[in-house]
């Protein structure tokens, strides 16, 4: 994989976004507004299943208002980090915070889509109250989501993050 | 008024010597201060796209306001505490970076935005709170507020691309872009 990486960072695609000196400033820009959408949204959608936030609107109307934009910026979220690995894919690859956090987008999505479904099953039973595991999960769907955001920043500072874990 | 003794004082405090050296104090500043800024951002974002009358809601502008504006507050204050840390560990540095100033004065500008229209436009709220579409001081309030942030989040990303912690780029060195 490490090979790989460092191949990656030799062609051409590579070096075309490398020698772009202000995309990866730009790039960076755009990812932090987006994951300023992401986690915001399901901020007030955790906080809706803690009945916390909007417990005067029904569950489904909260989701459906927030949906949209944690999926949209999502997208524009993954899509500025993809160029933004491909302009220093070694760097990434070396980088034990590299990998943690992107298990745990994966975790943080199959999460947020965990309360999609809950309305689809809730609008059945006319019921949005939630259960003690549900409120966990959103509790849990936050923290992950501010890990995200600390790997995110630890990429840079693997070796003093991880000591003798980092990758080398 | 020269601030740079200031700076220099920030700059040789303890504090700022003890996050120099620490090995994992900054990586944890830093990640704080991104957590931070972007709940600042995205909750400022959620109040001004209702003050542009988006999406077509049933939320009034006054119970969004109350219920987004302590986190937005908190945030913010947890987003000043940790950036002014970040800025003692270099700050003589930091001084002399163009962004960071602009970064400041774009801020200022988002404040005297929110007060003008806290102070003014929201005086008559009870007239257009529950309307879609809120009047046009409101709506260029939120437009002005959205395009603030939004050059803050970018003038606190040239920061780190003009002078980051890296302390071996020299000072005079404007935009090097070879830090993270």
Redesign the interface.
Known sequence: MLEFAEWLGTTPLSVAIQSRLWLTPLLQSIHILMIGVVFVSILVVALRVLGRMRADEPFPEVWHRFAPWFWSALVVMLATGIVLTLGEPAREAHALSFWIKMSLVVVGTLSAAYFGRTVAAAAGHGTTEFSGGARLIAVATVAVWLAIIFLGRAIAYDVEVWGSWHLG | MDLLPLFQQLHDSALSEWLRTS??A???V??IH??A???V???I??VDLRLLGY?H?K?SFSQMHH?LLR?TWGAFGLAAVTGVLLLMVNAVTYYRNTALWLKMLVILLAGINMLVFEGVTAKSVASWDKGVTPPTAARLAGALSILLW?TV??L???I??TKGYDFAIPEDVQ?D?SS?
Request: proline share 9%; charged share 15%; glycine share 10%.
């Open positions: 090995l994992k900054m990586p944890i830093e990640a991104v957590m800024i972007v709940t951002f995205g909750t974002f959620l999406p809601a939320r219920e986190w939004v989040i970018f606190g990303r040239w780190g691309f935009f872009f993270p």
